[in-house]
């Protein structure tokens, strides 16, 4: 099983595209496997053919480095391959009686003893791990003598070792379980009924994920306040010219925008290091059944809001059915969260690292203004990083995007003045 994100521990193989059999070549998918994010294909790196297939379609919460199937180098028969630590055919065993002597075997006086896999990769830990072997037997092939995956694969063949039990011995030092002595359980007087929905990958990473975001990071918040009339107009305008673009876009936009004319805050954090962003890439918070992901709309301020709208929909759909991209989700300089639509009038959200930023997007709500008219105002919220982002720099943000908001027509004179650059 291989790692298709950074925080991958395990997955769940969706779909098999070979059969054993084939032939297969670099840059193949092998099968489709669902992550902590998303649906990804597993394209192999190497060439030969598919012998076979020890976890098929459906197979749930595999771990990163397990097993799950087994190739042969071009030529060879991919019929007669063992998977290794299985037992032989009697044929193949007979084959060996004639060759060498019968040594019987005697049981083992010698103590179970412990074996440290600190060090080795993932792979590597799981075989060892999986067989009982003591890694410091094995010659490793790798740099420096590093121990690979086909190194333990070949001990194992070699020795002819199997999967070993879980251990029900107990260790020198350790206390016995008495047999006599039966734990009386108390259960519960029934209840009303109720339906246990276990998580998802994605959503226990989601979890994980934002837990060291607000205990690590020292969140600091500065809310401001749009009168998005005038946004609302130009929008009516567009639609009735046919161009259909949502306020969503409009604030994709204009928080691009006011990112390059606040470079301060498109930043990452980075082993202690403030990492300033060449480009505001906007990652979406978007959710799914599974969770949350953020697709990301790249170089948003250069864009026009009809190319940002479509681009929004088609990523959208693609994350609804788990087939976005790696490079699609993983990355961004800053995000957007906007409940709006859900008639959330304000909240704040947790910052997505390594990003420094986020803001939370409310609806809009009429208010009476000053001077006795009706005006539609629209709360957005910044989370901010206070070890990147000083106060200073959130504020001139939130106010470089207010006056955007509220006069949303330049809007659509950067993005003129960026395709007449792009076509220069």
């Known amino acids: 099983m291989p790692s298709l994100s950074p925080t991958m521990s395990e997955g769940t193989i969706i779909k098999w595209h070979k059969k054993p059999g084939d032939k297969v070549s670099a840059g193949d998918v092998l099968c489709d496997i669902q992550t902590d994010k998303a649906v990804m294909s597993f394209e192999t790196e190497e060439e030969g053919t598919l012998a076979k297939i020890l976890l098929g379609d459906d197979s749930k919460d595999v771990k990163v480095g397990d097993l799950i199937a087994l190739m042969v180098a071009e ?6 391959v063992q998977v290794p630590g299985k037992k032989k055919t009697k044929s193949s065993v007979a ?29 590597v830990r799981s075989l060892l791990e999986l067989y009982a072997i003591d890694g410091s037997k094995i010659v490793g092939t790798g740099k420096q003598g590093k121990i ?6 070949k001990y194992v063949t070699e020795n002819h070792l199997s999967i070993k039990p879980p251990r029900t011995v107990p260790l020198p030092g350790e206390t016995s379980p008495s047999k006599s002595v039966t734990p009386t359980v108390s259960r519960p007087t029934k209840g009303p009924g109720y339906v246990d929905i276990p998580l998802t990958g994605m959503r226990l990473t989601i979890a994980k994920r934002l837990t060291e975001s607000k205990t690590m990071i020292p969140h600091a918040y500065a809310t401001a306040e749009s009168n998005i009339d005038s946004l609302l107009g ?9 161009i259909n673009v949502s306020v969503n876009d409009f604030i994709i936009k204009a928080v691009a925008v006011a990112l390059k004319h606040c470079p301060l805050v498109n930043c990452h954090f980075v082993k202690d290091q403030v990492v300033l962003q060449e480009t505001s890439d906007i990652s979406i918070a978007v959710a799914t059944e599974s969770g949350l992901i953020t697709p990301i709309v790249t170089n948003a301020d250069a864009k026009a809001l009809d190319e940002i709208s479509a681009e929004i929909k088609e990523l959208a759909g693609r994350a609804r059915i788990g087939k976005l991209q790696l490079h699609e989700f993983q990355g ?6 906007n409940l709006g639509m859900f008639d959330i009038s304000e909240f704040s959200a947790i910052i997505n690292p390594p990003q420094c930023g986020i803001l939370a997007i409310g609806s809009g709500r009429s208010v009476i203004a000053l001077n ?16 990147a982002v000083s106060e200073s720099a959130a504020s001139n943000f939130l106010e470089t995007l207010q ?22």
């Open 234 to 242: 130009l929008r009516k305008q567009l639609k009735s010219a046919g």
């Open 148 to 153: 690979l995956k086909g190194d333990v694969l």
């Open 403 to 424: 006056g955007l908001l509220q006069t949303p027509a330049s809007l659509l004179l950067t993005s003129s003045a960026n395709k007449k650059r792009a076509l220069n």
């Open 75 to 80: 030529g060879e028969d991919w019929n007669d």
């Open 332 to 337: 961004g300089s800053f995000t957007i969260s």
């Open 372 to 387: 006795g008219k009706p005006q539609t105002i629209m709360t957005a919220t910044l989370s901010y990083d206070s070890r």
């Open 95 to 123: 084959k060996e009686d004639v060759q060498k002597p019968k040594v019987e075997s005697q049981p083992s006086s010698e103590p179970t003893t412990r074996h440290s896999y600190d060090g080795y990769s993932p792979a």
